[in-house]
Each structure stands twice: as structure tokens, then as C-alpha cells.
């Protein structure tokens, strides 16, 4: 059984990158993002595209940590 405080954890931890790629580093880069060229809108949709990357990621190694942890075996064991 996974405890509701750990998931939590592992979702505010997932979500923490996610946080800084969405709205600090595109603040950062807004001058460059808002522009109608085709460099900027890949600038801007690889931002958004590291952003899930990483929330997916890290969403996914908190709940390999969860098997570890409780002695099940999981095929995601293999990407960490």
C-alpha cells in the first residue's frame, strides 16, 4: 500500500523541474520565445518537451523507489 505522504513527495519533487524549465528559464527566454521564427518555436517546445520529460522521469523513479522498498519487482527497475 502506498502511503498518500509519500506520493505527494514524490509528486512535489517531480514537479519541482517541471516548475523551473515552465516558468523561470521561459521568463528568462520570453525575448526569444515569442518571436515568429521557426528556431524559437523549437526553442519553446523543447522547453516544454524537457519539462514532461523530466516530471514523467522522475515520476517514474519515485515509484521504483516504492518497489524497491517493499521487496516488488518492477520491469522500470531497469531504467535507473
Known amino acids: 500500500m502506498?502511503?498518500?505522504p509519500?506520493?505527494?513527495d514524490?509528486?512535489?519533487n517531480s514537479f519541482?523541474?517541471?516548475f523551473l524549465t515552465l516558468y523561470?528559464?521561459?521568463l528568462v527566454l520570453a525575448p526569444v520565445v515569442?518571436?515568429?521564427n521557426w528556431v524559437c518555436l523549437w526553442v519553446g517546445n523543447t522547453l516544454y518537451l524537457a519539462a514532461v520529460r523530466h516530471f514523467a522521469l522522475f515520476s517514474v523513479e519515485g515509484d521504483c523507489e516504492t518497489n524497491d522498498e517493499f521487496g516488488a519487482s518492477s520491469s522500470l527497475n531497469t531504467l535507473t
Do not use: C, G, K
Request: aromatic share 16%; proline share 6%.
Open 2 to 4: 502506498l502511503s498518500r
Open 6 to 8: 509519500y506520493a505527494f
Open 10 to 12: 514524490v509528486h512535489a
Open 16 to 18: 519541482f523541474p517541471l
Open 24 to 26: 523561470v528559464a521561459q
Open 34 to 36: 515569442t518571436r515568429s
